[in-house]
């Protein structure tokens, strides 16, 4: 959702041109035709090149579901969606976490996973309450570094995510996402593996060293999806999974610094 930014941007604004779209099937957005991250990247490359037009680089940068959706695009390198470098927040592949789900805490903490791909899972979360549902769900996975979770909430952020899960096509959405993760998303990323097709742009993999690092070795992990430059950081401090809004200082500086790395 784009509102995750909202810290971040003022802070990258003067830096670089931004585009902050709504993903598909989220927020205010409306349903792709198909949720498949092959097909809700090619959406959100359609409208920037609208906006910026087809010859402008690209340096993606993407949290949770907008990072897998960053994950395939780069994996795809098509020449026409111009993609020169890539920033990956608090992720791993697909495939890796799916495998992860053999470790029973990792099965706990990541249950919304297969939940959410089942066909009930709408009704339930509607009968539910989908307010009561993401309230619950943002506790569950905040971090314990207090000035994070108080900057996590600013702007009546969780109010707002609140509200937006409250309209079932938000709720439908979201399932569809996850459906596609746990079907034709991690097929893929099997038919990847078998072929070698890998990350090859500069790719910075920036993750949550008390979320995402408690449970992976990331920059192992990474380092197999991989042939060409990769820089990993583990956000120390117990900040959480949601690292735009929990600590976007330290997020812009790193992604600032990339920017210049990469010099696209």
Request: charged share 25%.
């Amino acid at each position: 959702m784009s509102n995750r930014w909202r810290h971040v941007v003022p802070q990258l604004k003067d830096k670089i041109s931004l585009f902050i779209p709504e993903l598909p099937g989220y927020g205010f957005s409306s349903l792709p035709p198909k949720s498949d991250k092959r097909t809700v990247g090619g959406l959100l490359i359609e409208a920037m090149q609208d906006a910026f037009g087809k010859e402008r680089p690209v340096i993606y940068c993407g949290h949770d579901r907008g990072a897998r959706i960053g994950h395939r695009l780069v994996v795809d390198n098509k020449p026409e969606h111009n993609i020169k470098a890539a920033v990956l927040m608090d992720i791993v592949p697909t495939l890796e976490q799916f495998k992860a789900f053999a470790n029973p805490k990792a099965s706990m903490a990541y249950y919304h996973w297969p939940f959410l791909a089942t066909d009930i899972a709408p009704a339930m979360i509607e009968a539910m309450g989908g307010r009561y549902w993401t309230e619950a769900n943002l506790a569950r996975v905040k971090g314990g570094n207090e000035e994070g979770v108080a900057s996590f909430k600013k702007d009546e952020a969780w109010d707002h995510y609140c509200h937006q899960f409250s309209n079932p096509e938000c709720i439908s959405g979201s399932c569809a996402d996850y459906e596609a993760g746990a079907t034709v998303d991690v097929e893929e990323q099997e038919a990847d593996q078998k072929a070698g097709r890998k990350l090859n742009i500069p790719t910075f993999v920036i993750y949550s060293a008390s979320n995402l690092g408690r449970m992976h070795d990331v920059p192992t992990i990474w380092e197999k999806w991989n042939d060409g430059e990769l820089k990993t950081f583990g956000v120390p401090d117990g900040y959480g999974h949601f690292l735009p809004e929990e600590c976007p200082d330290i997020i812009a500086k790193h992604v600032v610094e990339w920017i210049d790395h990469v010099k696209v």
